[in-house]
């Protein structure tokens, strides 16, 4: 045969290929082209003559070797490889600092060369990495945007939220009133800019049906402290908030983008709201959701100053403070400022109280006041998913402990050679590195993932929501943390193999002896670690779920809310002017929806339990001393039509109820809450007959003619609140009202009692029978109570869902942790068990023996864990309800499950080492 | 006679086709192309085993070197059960386009 071999080289410039796919191809060419030779030869050619049919066959050698290259199995990783060395190259021949970039490049490329020969193994590592970082940073992204991150504001930091405390009253946050505000902007050395908000609801009409919407009513300083700039038109000045200046107002950005679709235009148009025409003056950005989400109108506040009293207070207040100014500088300008208001705004029907309420100014940081109470739960999930990185990153370095057996002649040769302890360490620690980053990338794909599932899933009232994004930030984050984790498990191979003498290495090849008794001795700490860690994790959400239990268990003091329907409707002035028609027409809307078929009875009250509405004022109590400095408590007030304890099932426990009869005649009667009754007079049974007021000079006393069960008005975490049960329509109720002066709300609550609740077509027949008594009446805030009730608890279900998610996760991967360990050694000691059966020991004692291996592990990791749970499910004890941080029940469940599961794990190689053949085991080296 | 592209598109079944049943190597591959398309198929050498090679990634055809008495060692390539699923779905696919490539350019058969 002609050497067609060296004929393809010279004429074809194939490179070194992986596998040896060039030599391979030449081999076949080589054949081929004997072939061709041969054949030609038959025919009669001559030598020439064949050889010139060969080359003819054979073709364009540079297309010919082009074709070949590309069609080499790993032409593509390659070319990439190329690339790297090509860039390599480049960066040494200009020397300097470049060379160790160089030296990093060529590290990284031989790594991932070195990850792709044992797929299944990186794939695994990468994976587990994935899961643990991707949690991590998803968690991460959370408490970024909504604990870590500035607000979305100019200078965030100078930005304070201006309220005050009432301690003796007990109120920490009472907020902001119109007095107070005037006087500061006025008389204040420390604010560049002040301003008042608060959130309200507004009806628009015009388009179809009524709608209610959010609104923000804001006086114009709120716009100069924030710094904010409209995204088309102009902001409020001080003129649009005098009283008789034309109506004006401001578009939230979601509602310019969803009801005018961004149209630049709006500007000039009229919006119906509340009755009244509005010219739209301009669009604000989307910062301004950081005072309150979701808030589609702005309008301004206005005032006409002589009317003004220290009262009316629960405004929300934002300051921009000066250069330079502290805390605790504007709290003490605040203070001597605070006087004045009397000053400046004497009178008024709550003058007396206010002054003797002896408010404090409660001057902090705008972020602390809108996201603080959120800041503890995220830390503890963040804890919580911390956990599982640690776990995780212990099951790689196990994996890592295992493979890295095959490197350690080739460690002992090179350190032999010459190598450094240094340049061995990175041996390891660029594999361990390199697929750290790799899980990182797959974390990052995870989290974004996790995150648009968190994001919609999250309790609505968990503040800055909207904020959550990926940025730099958290891409920073998940880079550190995945060299971090690379570096962690990295580090055991080298800690391992850095202190073996080269000759013992050598000697032993890896086996067994005292490298062999050394890696198993750090592989069982990290079972062993991975158990107690997972322990930790799973107490944490046990108690959690403990929480939720005892929620779900407490009595919120109505009953059956899965047949209660909640709404709100709002009865504006142009539709109805006076409080005796509003009373009238609310009546008039609980009959006609008793009519419903399947109703059983529709109640009326101000608020419904956890609807979030509620109303405190003082309450003056007969027979009482409020002279000197004696002040009324403040407690909560609701009022009610007929049918209200009947409807959510609220027991009576003494007296009678308050009736429709009632209300039509203004009756001077209330009912109250049990607790209220034993406060002030030491029993239910006392009460009855007692008399209250919430005005003084003089008091207008209504007589206490039930006693009613204590309802959990706040939600099933919170005590129930001291409460009195007016009638819907009072007469001369506040303080300086005329004895004529009929008092009501506009803006009410119904709980409709239906088996219907829930099924289709009953909401359109409510909403139907509403617009039969007045199509102009927007219908809001549907839900059943019991949807109440778990909002009511959202932030400890969110908070479970998560801990239990990581647990879960934390739990199998400490278990394979512990089968991992307890499967490697049953195999490096085969040859060990094979001689015991040899020399008669029985299957079953075997097997116990791997068994009682695992339970010791276990044991340690159970104690280790019980030990760290002890000290770190305090911090936790914000979040619990009914249960204690160190609950013993959950404790010692926990401990008994992660044991029982831990040794279910190892029988599978107990199993294993019991069905060992001795003479094979014996036989094998 | 045919443009390249047209042969190009059509190598892998018509290589499939040649190995149904039959175990070759591939000068053998390459001769029996020619002879049974009457001389009209001709493939550079390179073009034919980078074909190969490309139908051995993805695992529809095996080569396996062998040596047998009296002859070279040569790597010799067989159908996988894959090949034999990708042959019969190309060759139904072949056989309805050409109809309709037939149909719409108004050539029926004699």
């Known amino acids: ?925 | 006679m045919f443009s390249s592209n047209l042969k190009r598109g059509s190598m892998e079944l018509l290589i499939l086709s040649v190995l149904d049943r039959q175990t070759r190597h591939g000068y053998e591959i390459g001769k029996l192309l020619e002879h049974r398309s009457s001389g009209q198929l001709e493939f550079r050498v390179s073009t034919l085993y980078s074909v190969l090679y490309r139908m051995e990634k993805r695992g529809w055809i095996k080569g396996r070197w062998v040596e047998k008495k009296g002859e070279r060692r040569r790597c010799y390539y067989t159908l996988t059960k894959k090949g034999q699923e990708v042959l019969a779905r190309q060759r139904r696919e072949w056989a309805a386009f050409s109809a309709m490539v037939n149909q719409v350019i108004g050539v029926s058969h004699a």
């Open chain 1, 1 to 925: 045969m002609r050497d067609w071999k060296s004929y393809l080289r010279q004429r074809l410039s194939l490179p070194e290929m992986e596998g040896h796919w060039d030599e391979r191809m030449i081999s076949e060419l080589a054949d081929h082209l004997e072939d061709i030779y041969r054949e030609a030869l038959a025919r009669g050619a001559s030598e020439e003559e064949a050889e010139a049919e060969v080359e003819a066959w054979l073709g364009d050698a540079d297309l010919a070797a082009d074709e070949l290259v590309r069609s080499e199995p790993a032409h593509a990783r390659a070319q990439l490889s190329r690339w790297a060395e090509g860039r390599e190259e480049g960066m040494r021949s200009r020397g300097g600092p470049w060379t160790h970039l160089a030296d990093g490049v060529r590290d990284v490329r031989f790594a991932m060369r070195a990850l792709a020969k044992r797929p299944l193994f990186s794939a695994v590592v990468v994976l587990v990495l994935a899961l643990g970082i991707g949690a991590t940073t998803a968690i991460f992204t959370l408490l970024d945007a909504i604990i870590l991150s500035p607000l979305p504001y100019d200078d965030a930091e100078r930005l304070v939220s201006v309220s005050h405390t009432a301690p003796a009253l007990g109120i920490q946050n009472a907020g902001q009133c119109a007095a107070w505000h005037f006087t500061y902007e006025d008389e204040n050395r420390v604010f560049e800019n002040i301003g008042m908000y608060t959130p309200s609801l507004a009806t628009v009409t015009g388009g179809g049906e009524p709608e209610a919407v959010r609104i923000l009513w804001v006086t114009s300083g709120v716009f100069r402290a924030l710094r904010l700039r409209p995204v088309v038109g102009r902001i409020f000045t001080p003129e649009d908030e005098e009283v008789e200046s034309p109506n004006v107002v401001l578009l939230g950005y979601g509602y310019w983008q969803s009801r005018f679709g961004g149209d630049p235009g709006v500007v000039g148009q009229t919006i119906e709201a509340n009755a009244q025409t509005w010219e739209i003056i301009g669009v604000m950005p989307a910062e301004l959701q950081s005072l309150g989400s979701n808030r589609l109108l702005i309008f301004p506040l206005r005032y006409d100053r002589s009317t003004l009293f220290v009262g009316n207070i629960g405004f929300g207040g934002v300051a921009r403070l000066r250069d330079g100014v502290t805390l605790d500088q504007a709290n003490a300008d605040v203070a001597r400022m605070m006087p004045l208001a009397f000053e400046k705004f004497p009178g008024g029907p709550v003058a007396d109280f206010s002054e003797r309420a002896r408010y404090t100014p409660n001057i902090q940081p705008l972020k602390d006041s809108l996201v603080g109470s959120v800041a503890n739960l995220l830390w503890i999930i963040m804890a919580g998913v911390g956990v599982v990185l640690l776990i995780a990153c212990a099951n790689v370095a196990n994996l890592f402990l295992v493979r890295s057996d095959g490197k350690e002649t080739e460690m002992a040769i090179r350190s032999a050679m010459g190598a450094s302890r240094g340049r061995i360490g990175w041996e390891y620690l660029k594999e361990s590195l390199s697929l750290g980053v790799l899980g990182g990338v797959g974390g990052l794909a995870l989290a974004n993932i996790g995150l648009d599932a968190l994001v919609a899933a999250g309790p609505a009232n968990l503040p800055r929501l909207d904020e959550v994004s990926m940025n730099w930030g958290v891409l920073a984050f998940a880079l550190i943390v995945s060299l971090g984790a690379g570096a962690f498990f990295g580090m055991f191979p080298v800690l391992r193999h850095g202190r073996a003498a080269p000759v013992q290495a050598l000697k032993e090849g890896g086996r067994s002896g005292t490298t062999g008794k050394r890696r198993q001795r750090a592989q069982k700490a990290l079972a062993v670690s991975q158990m107690a860690l997972a322990l930790v994790l799973l107490i944490a959400s046990g108690l959690m779920l403990r929480t939720f239990v005892s929620l779900w268990k407490v009595d919120p003091g109505f009953h059956n809310p899965d047949n209660v329907l909640a709404l709100r409707l709002y009865l504006p002035p142009n539709e109805i002017a006076d409080p005796a028609g509003v009373a009238a027409t609310h009546e008039r809307i609980a009959r006609r929806l008793a009519e419903i078929s399947g109703v059983q009875s529709v109640a009326l009250a101000s608020a419904v339990p956890m609807d979030g509405n509620s109303n405190v004022n003082p309450l003056y109590v007969d027979g009482f001393d409020y002279t000197g400095d004696q002040t009324p408590s403040i407690r909560r007030h609701k009022w009610i039509g007929g049918g209200y304890l009947e409807t959510l099932q609220i027991p009576l426990l003494l007296g009678r109820t308050l009736t429709w009869q009632d209300v039509r005649l203004r009756a001077p009667a209330v009912l109250v809450s049990e607790s209220l009754a034993r406060e002030y007079w030491g029993s239910a049974q006392a009460a009855l007959g007692e008399r209250v007021s919430v005005r003084s000079e003089p008091p207008r006393w209504y007589e206490v003619v039930g006693v009613v069960a204590d309802v959990r008005e706040d939600g099933l975490g919170q005590d129930p609140p001291l409460i009195v049960y007016w009638p819907q329509v009072t007469l001369a109720f506040w303080e300086g009202d005329p004895p004529d002066q009929v008092r009501t709300w506009r803006d009410m609550g119904y709980a409709i009692r239906s088996d219907r609740i829930g099924t289709v077509g009953f909401l359109d027949e409510v909403r139907a029978a509403i617009w039969e008594i007045n199509p102009n009446l927007p219908v809001r805030g549907l839900q059943s109570l019991e949807d109440l009730m778990g909002q009511s608890i959202a932030r400890t279900s969110f908070t479970l869902v998560l801990l239990a998610v990581a647990a879960g996760v934390a739990l199998l991967l400490g278990i394979v942790g512990v089968y991992g360990v307890i499967s490697y050694a049953v195999s490096q000691r085969s040859r060990e068990l094979g001689l015991r059966m040899a020399l008669g020991a029985q299957a079953g004692q075997v097997k116990r023996m791997v068994l009682r291996q695992s339970l010791v592990l276990a044991g340690f990791g159970v104690a280790i864990g019980m030990g760290l749970a002890f000290g770190l499910t305090r911090l936790m004890a914000g979040l619990l309800f009914g249960v204690s941080p160190l609950d013993p029940v959950t404790f010692v469940a926990v401990a008994a499950g992660l044991t029982g599961v831990a040794t279910v794990a190892s029988y599978l190689p107990a199993h294993r080492a019991a069905a060992i053949d001795p003479m094979k085991a014996l036989r094998t080296e």
